[in-house]
């Protein structure tokens, strides 16, 4: 028999093995009937930095079966019934999967778990490759605008911290958490409330949910670019790749998905000259805002900081600009993470934050971004993508080559340059200048607005806070429109996931529509 214990508070200063045995005989289980504990979930409150405490919830196997109604505040674990599925056998076996990001892999394995067979096109490196180009980058300044911190195998979250915490809910997380264990990440995102995996565990992750998806049939071809598609009577026929050598190969599909993520500007081009129905959509700018991971983990934790319990901390802070109905927030929270150039154009710079398993770098970043709105910096599908791509352009000629922009956040809400040089994870190339004179007004007012609010919290808004800009690539600036069952509204066979599509935001959320649109256009539920 099992049985759910939820909501076991523990002091984080008692022993919390013995205390977790405590509650649940206090709620009417005899300790020799306890065979096994799994923890469900577990949280922090660390409201009180005085008496930070930890909420567990778990699931307990009994001995011997008891009667349910005699214990307290425990109810039966349930078996969750999975609707069985089976493909359905008038789709062409072979399915072209453009990208091999997360939604692209599960869409993979999803297929190929069905009997499908994917044939995986990325146009960046496989990931050891994409590693030795992304790290000459770095250090050279020499960037593949086909492999990079965003093009290559794993897509974007693989140069990541690796949160896998998502606000949506579904029925398909266990099955990306589970294969994630499966493949190499650390079972404690099972139950960590806040899982995450960082980006050294994540590369292998990656190779081996690879492995995964071939031993099943499917194939991959890495530095093979989508260029172009074809539509015959509104029903997509093939597609144009060009591939490793640089030439153009012409494959016949009936059945296209889409995974491209939320950078391949070219390709949303080429969507758009073939007529793919699209839609301009909000998203967000501004810059990654860094500190001593110290000064965090004292912010959050108090006395408590550098408890091994708890890890390095994180936060999350929002303001809302209710007169604009704007919102400004902390994006992509990396503790003990580093900062790193995500371009992915030649002659741009942009950034974003990542980090490794153990979170333990001497800082931690978070990206402060305002709310872009569909018409903000104009009316056509595209607006918001070249906004993206002006300000990218204007880093890189500013910063005279692949770098950021930094300056102190005082400096910044007092409109002054900051003349001295920082301490900073970021390795490229860090030019001081006066992000008033960057960012248009609406992203600078907003942004002061939300320091002044957040600066009763002397220890975020502080001489050791420093910004690091542009943040542009928070999310798709266009979704790619489709119907309840995956599928473009006006391409039959083209379906659009994950974060490119407009459909997800993150690595999970992206690996769950992958899943997800998977079983709704290429599977129906046994008889
Ligand atoms: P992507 O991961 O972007 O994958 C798309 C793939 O398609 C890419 O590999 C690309 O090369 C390929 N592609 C594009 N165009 C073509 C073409 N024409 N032909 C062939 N291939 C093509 N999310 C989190 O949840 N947690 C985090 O901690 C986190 N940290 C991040 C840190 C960084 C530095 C970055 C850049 C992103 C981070 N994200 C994080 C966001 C997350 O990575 C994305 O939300 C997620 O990867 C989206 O998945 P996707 O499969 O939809 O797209």
């Not at 005899?30 to 923890?39: A, G, T």
């Amino acid at each position: 028999m099992r049985i759910n214990v939820n909501n076991i508070i523990v002091s984080l200063e008692r022993n919390q093995d013995k205390e977790i045995i405590k509650e649940i005989e206090k709620r009417g289980v005899k300790r020799n009937n306890i065979k096994s504990i799994i923890w469900s979930k577990r949280s922090i409150d660390s409201r009180k930095k005085s008496d930070i405490k930890l909420i567990y919830n778990l699931e307990v196997e009994l001995e011997t079966p008891v009667d349910i109604t005699t214990l307290k505040n425990i109810s039966l674990a349930k078996d969750i019934e999975k609707a069985t599925r089976e493909p359905i056998l008038s789709i062409d076996k072979e399915v072209a999967v453009i990208g091999a990001g997360p939604a692209g892999l599960f869409a993979a394995l999803r297929l190929a778990e069905y009997g499908f067979i994917p044939i995986v096109f990325e146009r960046g490196e496989e990931v050891d490759k994409r590693d030795i180009t992304t790290e000459n980058f770095v250090k050279n300044s020499i960037l593949n605008p086909n492999s990079n911190i965003q093009f290559g195998e794993g897509g974007a979250g693989t140069y990541s911290d690796g949160k896998l915490n998502t606000r949506i809910k579904s029925e398909y997380m266990d099955k990306i958490f589970e294969t994630l264990v499966e493949c190499g990440a650390p079972s404690n995102i099972l139950w960590d409330y806040k899982p995450h995996v960082g980006t050294d565990i994540l590369k292998i992750v990656v190779k081996n949910l690879r492995e995964k998806i071939k031993s099943l049939g499917g194939k991959f071809f890495f530095n093979h670019r989508l260029e172009n598609i074809h539509i015959k009577n509104g029903k997509i026929s093939g597609i144009d790749i060009i591939n490793s050598t640089g030439e153009k190969e012409y494959h016949s599909f009936n059945s296209v998905i889409l995974a491209i993520g939320h950078s391949a500007r070219d390709t949303y081009r080429m969507l758009h000259k073939n007529g793919v129905q699209m839609e301009s959509k909000p998203f967000a700018i501004g810059a990654r805002i860094e500190h001593p991971r110290c000064d965090i983990d004292k912010m959050q934790y108090g006395k408590f900081a550098d408890n091994e319990l708890l890890g390095s901390a994180t936060y999350s802070v929002t303001y809302n600009n209710r007169a604009e109905e704007r919102g400004v927030f902390s994006f992509c929270m990396c503790p003990g993470g580093v900062i790193v150039n995500a371009s992915s154009e030649l002659n741009t710079s942009l950034v974003n934050g990542m980090s490794y398993s153990q979170r333990d770098g001497r800082f931690s970043n978070s990206a402060i971004v305002v709310g872009v709105k569909e018409n903000d910096f104009g009316s056509h599908l595209f607006a918001g993508m070249e906004f993206q791509e002006k300000l990218e352009r204007k880093t890189y000629e500013l910063g005279q080559g692949y770098g950021a922009l930094y300056q102190g956040v005082l400096d910044f809400m007092n409109n002054k340059k900051t003349t001295y040089e920082i301490e900073s994870s970021y390795e490229m190339k860090k030019t001081s200048y006066n992000l008033n004179d960057f960012f248009p007004e609406v992203i600078v007012d907003n942004m002061k607005s939300a320091f002044e609010y957040w600066s009763k919290n002397p220890m975020f808004i502080s001489r050791n806070a420093n910004l690091i800009a542009p943040e542009t690539r928070t999310s798709a600036p266009v979704r790619i429109i489709r119907d309840i069952k995956g599928m473009s509204v006006n391409v039959y066979g083209l379906y659009p996931i994950g974060e490119g599509a407009g459909y997800a935001g993150g690595i999970t959320s992206a690996g769950v529509d992958g899943v997800k649109i998977v079983d709704l256009a290429f599977t129906r539920v046994k008889d």
